[in-house]
């Protein structure tokens, strides 16, 4: 039987987070701002996951003019089953040491 | 020791030089292709210009300021240092000499990277002249405070310092100044990686952008689409708090996510191979009664690390990627040698009564054969010679890279 590593807490928020958000797109820095989380701590676990398949990403097909195309990123059904696996144990967990969890609002402009 | 001088020179003084001559005749060459010798005069002017206009003076005589502020001060610290004699039983002038090439080496990233800044925003020529101003005006710095600190010394004129030669007991400004030759490639090759990556269509906005272009400029293939995306990213936020928040976690995602996860196989790898070959260089001198292998230690790794780094640069095309590379493996480097070099200097006072490092001199005790081990001198000095060569093998590997990546694609710009 293989085991598997449990995510760290940072990593459960973020596959909280974009399971959230279901079938929408989220944008990195909407990530971070939710999760009140560094960008040198989203992204990473971002890379992370993509490379093991469990987030898919794309360009922003149509940005506003004169503003470079954002990368936008969302759960596969493996990243959905992970994040499915993860949330049972941290519902039952202490809610108070868990990190700052909202809600992504799916491709929100920033501010 | 002599037996390992070409190896060195090689290594770490050959490299840097070579490619900087080549990168700047290949980019003369285009010049003259496009505009005749008019061109190279316009194109002179244009990169003197934009190399010192506004907001690089400034820049430069902050530097000059700095540079000079910093030589006082470290000089104050010093002679204070070895005022009376050595107090701390390792040699204080040799080490500030050493410490001295190693500050060179820093001015020459700085250099490089500067060069790297304004060429991304104004093109090869005015990001090499600018740092290669930033070179100068640290000399011109440090230069003017020596006088100051001859008076401090002595006054009337520096003594003389036996250890070194007979040499003046400035030597460590003298020869930092001399070091800074060494720097004079980095700003041609720093404006060519960033005339690479130049955005003509895009201005740079701030401090934080640069900062996050520059680090997420020169990611492995692999991390492009990552660095891409943080720049993206980044356009978006206004708020001056919140940018910079976003640039300094981003810079520290393309330093951590740059790395290859074969880097660490090379760290093993070198540290295998210096350990052993650090083991064998000690029974083999000891055997036939030869000097001791610090030689070994200076000239052996920084070959490796050469090899290493150009080989990742290469592969990954990528001075980031070399570099993180290099300073992995030097510090496995460092690691190997202590783990030998400590029992096997035991084994040298024991058998033969002489220093591990040298030797040529004979410890009272176990204790003092290992302290010779770690003296600070020797241990900055392989420091400061492997960074020389990973460095050189850095460039040589990125600029490689990019040639192999130029001649597949058939595209020219590639090459960089």
Known sequence: MTRVRRPSPQTAAVLAALAEAGAEWSHGYDLCRALGLKAGTVYPILMRLAERGQVETRWE???PRGRPPRHLYRLTVAGAELARTVEAPARAADAASAPRRGRVVPGTACP | MLSFLPLLFLVALVPA???????????LRGVVRRGGAGGVVADVIAGLRGGVARPVWPVLIAVVVGAAALALGLGRLYLAAIA???RWGFDE???AVVLGIGAAIGWAVVAGVFAAAVARARGFGAGAVAGSFVLLAVAVGTSSALPLLQDLAAPGGSPAVAGLGERDLLSPFEVFLVALVWALP?????????????ASDRRVRDVWQLLLDLATADLPPSRSEWGT?????????????????FALGGVWTALRAGAPRRVWIWAVGVAVVVAGGSFAASRWSLAHDRAGVLAFWMAVPSTLLFAVALTTAWHGRSFGSGMRAGALAGAASLVAVLAVGV????????????????????PPTWQAAVGDVLRPEFLVGMAVLWAM?????TALGTALGRLRVAETTGDPADAG
């Open chain 1, 61 to 63: 097909s149509d940005p």
């Open chain 2, 17 to 27: 030089p070579l490619l900087a001559i080549a990168v700047f005749v290949v980019r």
């Open chain 2, 84 to 86: 009376d004699g050595s």
């Open chain 2, 93 to 95: 002038v040799l080490l």
């Open chain 2, 186 to 198: 980095w700003p041609v090759l720093g404006a060519a990686l960033g005339a690479r990556d130049r």
């Open chain 2, 229 to 245: 995306a943080l720049r993206a990213e980044l356009a978006v936020i206004e708020q001056p708090v919140e940018r910079r928040r």
């Open chain 2, 343 to 362: 029992p096997e200097a035991v084994v040298w006072a024991q058998a033969r009564a002489g220093y591990l490092s040298t030797g040529d001199a004979v």
């Open chain 2, 389 to 393: 060569s990973a460095l050189g093998g």
